[in-house]
């Protein structure tokens, strides 16, 4: 199975700020890569497919990059309601393994 | 718009089975998979198996196979998920996603969970 890895595990930042999350797999995925975000007591949602690609409806200071074992989530400009839980998804292949998140609180 | 809606929460002792329904609507195609992914409380995300709603394909997480089913109905909308054995740490809400079969098979659309409790 691919594993999954994500950095931080957590972080706090304030509104305004630029944010990072790293995601690694543990062999190549080519760009088989997708972020979700989740709030508490709700369902994922996709932000972006194919390492890159933003999803409709997804704000445009959400942005991804990255191919093979490297890959990162980047947003732009932290706003109030981009607290919650972002995760990463391998689907290169079976099982469609994630990472294990990394919390992000606005101070 | 393309919507999933999943059957109720469910209550079984350690030992039963459990079958959680995802029900699909606003597809004009067929050639989608249906995953099955859970959350234990306060824990991350877990995936489970897939299957092709096409071509009826399922394929699963090595640490769940022979405990875990996945299917589809004749009508090609609605997929269920079939846990056995279950144990308390089989706890969780279970999520169905919905996503392209081909490309980079991402998961698109998501139901809004089923917790399953497992309790003695």
């Known amino acids: 199975d691919i594993q999954m890895t994500q950095s931080p595990s957590s972080l706090s930042a304030s509104v305004g700020d630029r944010v990072t999350i790293t995601c690694r797999a543990s062999q190549s995925i080519n760009n088989y890569l997708n972020w979700y975000a989740q709030k508490a007591g709700k369902a994922p949602k996709l932000l972006i497919s194919g390492a890159s690609t933003l999803q409709s409806g997804v704000p445009s200071t959400f942005s991804g990059s990255g191919s093979g074992t490297e890959f990162t989530l980047t947003i732009s400009r932290l706003q109030p309601e981009d607290f919650g839980t972002y995760y990463c998804q391998q689907s290169f292949s079976t099982p469609f393994t994630f990472g294990p998140g990394t919390k992000v609180d606005i101070k | 718009q393309v919507l999933l809606v999943q059957s109720g929460a469910e209550l079984r002792k350690p030992g039963g089975s459990v079958r959680v329904s995802c029900q699909t609507s606003?597809?004009?195609?067929?050639?989608?998979?249906i995953h099955w992914v859970r959350q234990a409380p306060g824990q991350g995300l877990e995936w489970l198996g897939c299957?092709?709603?096409?071509?009826?394909?399922?394929h699963y997480a090595q640490k769940f196979q022979g405990r875990v089913s996945v299917t589809r109905d004749t009508s090609i909308t609605t997929s269920n998920m079939d846990l056995s054995r279950l144990r308390p740490d089989d706890t969780a809400i279970y999520y169905c996603?919905?996503?392209?079969?081909?490309?980079?098979?991402?998961?698109?659309?998501w139901g809004q969970g089923s917790l399953v409790t497992v309790s003695s």
């Open positions: 606003g597809y004009t195609f067929t050639d989608y998979y």
């Open positions: 299957i092709n709603l096409n071509v009826g394909g399922a």
């Open positions: 996603a919905s996503g392209p079969a081909r490309g980079v098979r991402s998961l698109d659309y």
